[in-house]
């Protein structure tokens, strides 16, 4: 049975920093693409930042130059450094990891993010 478990988040002061971390177990298959996602209430789910198996990545705009994506693949975990937080970045952030052979999606539980202002 594949799980993710994210880890990582909590409350902090804006212009602070997260590290958010997702590990993988149960896993036999390669993996394709990581990612995080994160849902504020009343908004659906965004893509904050993904990252390929070669190691390309792309984030939405309103992270770009704050957050960086990173994974271990020996770990299977991928990483997300947040930094110079704003409150707009209060959400539950979700882990992502895409099967290679079929593109089957698998997600964390989620981790909440408050930044107070």
């Known amino acids: 049975q594949v799980q993710l478990v994210e880890s990582g988040g909590g409350l902090v002061q804006a212009g602070g920093s997260l590290r958010l971390s997702c590990a993988a177990s149960?896993?036999?298959?390669?993996?394709?693409?990581m990612g995080w996602y994160r849902q504020a209430p009343g908004n659906q789910r965004e893509l904050v930042a993904r990252i390929t198996r070669g190691g390309s990545t792309n984030y939405a705009d309103s992270v770009k130059g704050r957050f960086t994506i990173s994974r271990d693949d020996a770990k299977k975990t991928v990483y997300l450094q947040m930094n110079s937080l704003k409150a707009e970045d209060t959400a539950v952030y979700y882990c992502n990891f895409q099967r290679l052979f079929d593109s089957h999606d698998y997600w964390g539980q989620g981790t909440q993010v408050t930044v107070s202002s």
């Open positions: 149960g896993i036999i298959f390669t993996i394709n693409d």
